[in-house]
């Protein structure tokens, strides 16, 4: 269960430093997911929020109005829905924001990316085909939908994000997966990597991302007591991987290496 609040904004299309993006999107503030990994868990903070972060939704009613009036200034470049929530988090198929959203940008020149763990994309399929600039990540985790319940509680699990992968690449929308965060001791292994890699493909994935844990202290608790309950053979290397990150950034690019090396990927 989360909490629900109805807010206001005075800003809806942001510029952006994440790479390749130029302006991101956050229709809602907060996410329902309840993510244990969650980069984005200091924003309960900024927010003036005492809930845990996952545990409440903002939705904030005037987005379209500020939206569609920044879009009257002449811009280009490429957005990105959402950088710190998921726009297609369950309550969308209430309020309906990303949608709309994307009516108004297909009327503007700016290039979209999705990124997303749902879904219910899929209900926006006949937006998708008519935007002439759009591409679709889908950031899957592990593909074993127990440990996914563990890690993402309020997500669809993997088994459901491939298929819409699946059935959005049939329909000739880019699409590509994002394999992130890949945590020490958890879900790290090449096979297995390999695997999902392999998976991801075969759905019509154009590519395949990976990236490691950020090892924030609010993220590490969480994953370590996941660690401890569905793995706990992984903690010791989850514990190395804590002490010497840039060493663990290095063995995951060996593990890249290793998989653009097997066969059918």
């Not at 302006?23 to 329902?32: A, E, H, I, R």
């Not at 003036?48 to 903002?58: A, H, I, T």
């Not at 394999?179 to 879900?187: R, S």
């Not at 090449?190 to 844990?213: C, N, Q, S, Y």
Request: one cysteine or more; aromatic letters at 8%; charged letters at 25%.
């Amino acid at each position: 269960m989360f909490k629900l609040y109805e807010t206001t904004c005075s800003s809806a299309l942001n510029r952006s430093r994440i790479p390749g993006i130029d302006y991101c999107l956050n229709p809602y503030t907060g996410c329902s997911h309840g993510c244990v990994y969650c980069y984005a868990a200091c924003m309960a903070r900024f927010r003036g929020r005492d809930e845990r972060w996952g545990s409440f939704v903002e939705v904030k009613t005037n987005f379209l109005e500020v939206l569609a009036g920044q879009l009257r200034r002449p811009k280009g470049g490429r957005v990105m829905l959402s950088s710190v929530t998921d726009a297609y988090q369950v309550i969308e198929r209430k309020y309906r924001l990303t949608r709309r959203c994307l009516e108004l940008l297909s009327r503007s020149n700016l290039a979209v990316s999705i990124l997303t763990k749902s879904d219910i994309i899929v209900e926006d399929l006949d937006l998708l085909r008519a935007m002439p600039a759009v591409s679709v990540g889908f950031t899957i985790t592990t593909l074993d939908d127990g440990l996914a319940r563990q890690l993402e509680p309020g997500a669809p699990p993997p088994s459901r994000r491939l298929a819409a992968l699946k059935k959005l690449a049939s329909s000739g929308i880019k699409t590509w997966v994002f394999v992130a965060p890949v945590i020490p001791g958890l879900n790290d292994a090449p096979e297995e990597l390999a695997t999902l890699a392999r998976k991801a493909l075969g759905a019509g994935a154009r590519e395949v991302e990976f990236d490691p844990m950020n090892f924030y202290p609010a993220a590490v608790a969480g994953v370590k007591k996941t660690i401890a309950r569905y793995r706990p053979q992984g903690l010791a290397a989850f514990a190395g991987a804590c002490s010497d990150p840039v060493a663990y950034r290095q063995k995951l690019y060996r593990i890249r290496h290793f998989i653009c090396g097997k066969k059918n990927i």
